[in-house]
């Protein structure tokens, strides 16, 4: 009995996907693999963060690690835990790897890398409206020239306001809590399905002939092409993507400390993120 409720539930959890992930063809894959893909997906933090090379989510990824052969190791924010969860779903006998090293340090109690979430510093938002559509789960509110706030309780901590923020006033701050199992998974669904009500709206949004604010970010210009079909962003695209957006982050605070005191070293290492941009 309970098989059969997890094959429904793994069933339903890839149906009516947005538009987005239309190009994976799921629904033509055999139903064993589709059911790996789901509970691999189910596993996944969905913080949709794109730090496992996906910019477009937990779900590509897990789709990349079934039908590729993808290290199952990547998802940052998961750490050991989900890496090790993964190598059991594909293969109870398959050595787990270790999980890919985060910026932020081990949770003692999780073993995943420590929550971080966004805040905005209110007195040195412009209101420019950049970082909004950058947020894969909205938690970001605020309207053009007026100062914008962040739903700390809805954040994923997936960084992906920091870069598009043009006066660097978006700090992340840990944050510490233990869940229980039902509620991480509990927290998981929602986040999954904040992310798809998100792909849909802008779907919506791309496709009004009405709407004349620009594609700003890469997981909106997949679905531009997606709905259009006329372009086809790859994966090196969308990784290239991804680290130019970080290395001008780097580059920005780096020339704001610059402008208040030179200093040669990070002169050097300014010099040296220019040039790797420049390559992108």
């Known amino acids: 009995m309970q098989s059969t409720m997890n094959k429904n539930s793994n069933h339903i959890r890839l149906t009516n996907l947005p538009i987005l992930f239309d190009s994976l063809k799921i629904e033509t894959l055999p139903a064993d693999v589709q059911e790996k893909i789901a509970r691999i997906d189910g596993s996944l933090p ?3 963060c794109g730090l496992c090379d996906h910019a477009d989510g937990c779900l590509p990824y897990a789709v990349a690690i079934v039908m590729d052969g993808e290290p199952h190791n990547k998802c940052v924010p998961g750490g050991q835990p989900v890496a090790d969860t993964i190598a059991q779903i594909i293969d ?6 270790s999980a890919e090293p985060s910026k932020w340090p081990l949770d003692s109690t999780s073993q995943r890398p420590v929550e971080v979430r966004a805040v905005i ?3 040195d938002c412009i209101g420019c409206t950049k970082c909004i559509p950058a947020c894969p789960v909205d938690a970001i509110v ?5 100062m914008h706030t962040i739903f700390t309780d809805l954040c994923t901590g997936c960084e ?19 869940l229980s199992t039902p509620e991480r998974t509990l927290e998981q669904e929602d986040l999954r399905q904040r992310y798809h009500t998100h792909l849909n709206r802008v779907s919506k949004q791309l496709a009004d002939s009405s709407n004349s604010r620009p594609v700003v970010s890469m997981v909106e ?11 086809n962003i790859s994966e090196a695209q969308a990784k290239n993507t991804i680290a130019a957006a ?21 002169q050097a290492e300014l010099n040296e993120l220019k040039a790797e941009l420049a390559q992108l």
């Open 92 to 97: 109870a006998d398959m050595p787990t790897l």
């Open 142 to 146: 605020g309207t053009g020239k007026h």
């Open 46 to 48: 969905q913080t949709q």
């Open 221 to 231: 210009a997949k679905l531009n092409n997606a709905a259009s079909q006329s372009l």
């Open 121 to 123: 510093r209110e007195d």
């Open 160 to 178: 992906l306001c920091i870069a598009p923020c043009p006066v660097d006033c978006i700090d992340l701050v840990t944050v510490e809590r233990t």
């Open 246 to 266: 970080k290395l001008r982050s780097k580059i920005k605070k780096l020339e704001k400390q610059l402008s208040v005191r030179p200093n040669e070293s990070k």
